[in-house]
């Protein structure tokens, strides 16, 4: 039976469960048993193996939705519930807690042996704690009687002690979220630690559920010992509440064999003790759980917070005594603040006083030293940064004399700056006053030394008197030093009076002091490369002067090289000239068969002896570069079979094939007849000369034959391609060099041809002259050679 009431806004009202599951005094329990099963149960039962051997990862109660209580009440009938106008009156109440205590017993092992003799009004609580529903009572009624009768559910009445629905301590933590006072409350402060009831996992459900009804609690922890560096702890593993002991009544689960790890909640939510309230309370929130476990770092068990230790912290009562606390501890706590501002103040005062005179004149050396700092940096003439630096501290200290000695060996100084009051005498340039400081004063290497007062020293009488002479009462001393060794010495002077050296003023002299070694060290470095471009300069131009002297004999050289190759081609060229003739003649005139092939020889090797001077000194002419080129207009398609027909003679004679490929109508150029022709000639003597007999060689022409017949003056004719291939492959480290004169690739020559290494070096000559551009690629047992004519 539902009971229905009219809507209200305040905090209690809207707490209130309006529609509690209700019953008569007759009803059987186990029909309020199965009614409840029906309320609890939101999808199909799960099939429970109880066998001990079998894992279980998650409780398979976890997702069953849960109803907690049953109203007994009177004067109820089907047909008043299903118009939702009935008016009861309540005679008691049944929980799950209660349904757990009947389960310890033992009298009902599950649902099927229930008897139907046994009424709800028989196992009710008819001592029912309730709360009126009016305008005086409010949320902390509730939670007062909550507390002082420890009750889960209370029923709420109206005027006419009818049911108006009930309220948990659940429904009240979700209206009431008093953020502030739960987030200043810790969990430390309200976790349970008495009525914490923990048991193995092994533990049988019936077990649990006697030890819940003994201990009066709604849930147990299920833990294990677990071993933690040197000691062992309570783990939690688990959770289990009196639902879940109910729930698993409710599907006929034998309680006495299945162990409590089979149903346990293993998706636990933790605290920490030092967690806020509200922390716990969003965690509840979030999990939609009445109970977390509070442990420690190491996860030990250490309690547990419910929503009644968070419900305790918003009663009045404890809220009235935590202020009554608070304002007592206030209270203490400003009496001994005002006494210790009291005991303080003038304490404070010279201590600020002190503190700022100290970080006052901090300021001051920390601004000098950045300042003399700033002036080394600045600055890479050794004299300007030895000034500045005496200058500088002698007025900041306030000094009669600083001087900067430069240390030249132990026995040897010399004063590099000074900077002296009005009152005393200069030291620059006065040897005997260096020889006294370092007599005098003890100089020790890399040793700071402040003497207040000479006359309290071990110095002989002689000693203090010549110091005294000096105009010295009173010196503090600081080295310089670079990488160990000591450069040179500060030395700061009192004439007018002893003056005890302060340890800020020694530490500020030391800062100094190593800023100015950085310094002397850069003015030296910059000196020293300084001194270093000045003997460069003067070995650049010594260098450069040889260079140039070389150059004039290497021309020189060249000069005289040309000229000699020019008078031995001419002179050799003369007897050869005779040598022809001669051979001329001897053919006119019969001779005997040996004789004629002797000739043959002569003839032969004379022309190769001529066809080397001339491409010598055509290469000798192309390299000087001292001739142009003239340019004529070439008709190829005539002019090519002029330059051809003398190969196929050649081929024939070695049963070579010559196979040709270019266009019948072949465009005019302007180039040299005479190089171009004496170009395709090298090649194609080449192509025959490294051609086994029967061989095939190629020779073709490309040219862009369209983009040619369109071209407008102002476009680049596309360049024209000549093309000479032969099968016979060149390695490819020695393809940067065939064109290198005299040059011949190694065993490249089986048939024992012969040739001078000049026409490859000839041949590129003459392409550079025409303007073009020459390419050999050799791969796959073939050579080609590709010369780019412009067009």
Known sequence: MIAQSSMYSS???????????????????????????????????????????????????????????????????????QKHNSQSSLLGIFTASDLVKLIATNKFNNLQKLSEDVHISEVMTSNVITLKESDDQDLFTALSLFRKHKVSHLPVLDSKSQIVGVVTPEKIRQVLQPSNMLRSRRVNEVKNDSVTVTISGTASLLKVSQLMAENKVN???????????????????????????????????????????????????????????????????QAQVQLLIVCSEQGELLGTVNQTSLLQVLDPTVMFGLVRKLRADVNQLQAEKFELLHNRNAELEKEVQARTAEIQEQLERDRLLAKIALRIHQS?????????????????????????????SPKVTKIVAESVDNSCHSWMGDRASSECL???????????????????????????????????KSFLIVPISQDGQLWGIMCTQEYSGIRDWQPSEIDLLQQIATQLAIGIQQAQLYEQVQTLNTDLERQVQERTAELEQKVKELEQLNILKDDFLSTVSHELRTPLSNMKMAIHMLKVFPISEKGERYLNVLDTECKREIELITDLLDLQRLEAGTESV???????????????EPFKSRVKER?????????????????????????????????????????????????????????????????????????????????????????????????KQGGTGLGLALVKKLVEQLNGNLFVTSSNGWTTFTVEMPA
Request: proline share 6%; aromatic share 6%; hydrophobic share 40%.
């Open 11 to 81: 905090p209690l009202q809207q707490a209130i469960d309006r529609h509690p599951l209700t019953v008569t005094p007759e009803t059987p329990l186990v029909d309020v048993l199965k009614l409840m099963s029906k309320l609890h149960n939101s999808c199909a039962l799960p099939n429970v193996n109880t066998s001990e051997n079998e894992q279980v990862d998650q409780s398979i109660l976890l997702n069953q939705e849960k109803a907690t209580s049953v109203l007994v009440v009177k004067n109820i009938s089907v047909e008043q519930e």
């Open 219 to 285: 849930s147990v922890i299920i833990t294990q010992k677990k071993k933690v560096q040197t000691q062992s702890i309570e783990k939690p593993i688990g959770i289990i509440a009196n639902d879940e002991i109910a729930q698993a009544y409710f599907i006929d689960m034998d309680l006495a064999k299945v162990p409590v790890k089979k149903v346990m909640k293993t998706q636990m939510n933790f605290l920490q003790p030092t967690d806020s309230l509200w922390d716990a309370h969003k965690k509840m929130l």
């Open 380 to 408: 890479l003439n050794l004299d300007e940064i030895i000034n500045a630096a005496v200058t500088e501290v002698q007025q900041f200290l306030k000094a009669d004399r600083v001087v900067l000695f430069e240390v030249k």
């Open 438 to 472: 370092m007599s005098s004063l003890k100089i020790k290497k890399n040793k700071i030394q402040a003497i207040a007062d000479i006359e309290q020293t071990d110095l002989a009488i002689e000693q203090i008197t010549n110091l005294q002479k000096k105009q010295v």
């Open 630 to 644: 003239a340019l004529d207009t070439i008709d190829l398609t005539i002019w090519l079979p002029t330059i051809m």
């Open 655 to 751: 049963q070579q094939i010559l196979n040709t490929t270019y266009p019948k109508q072949l465009p005019k150029i302007r180039s040299n007849n005479n190089s171009l022709g004496r170009i395709l000639a090298e090649l194609l003597n080449n192509a025959c000369k490294y051609t086994e007999d029967g061989g095939e060689i190629k020779f073709s022409i490309e040219y862009n034959q369209k983009k040619n017949s369109k071209i407008s003056p102002s476009e680049t004719p596309a360049p024209i391609k000549f093309i000479v291939s032969n099968p016979s492959e060149i390695p490819e480290s020695e393809l940067p060099k065939i064109f290198t004169k005299f040059y011949r690739v190694p065993n490249a020559d089986p048939w």
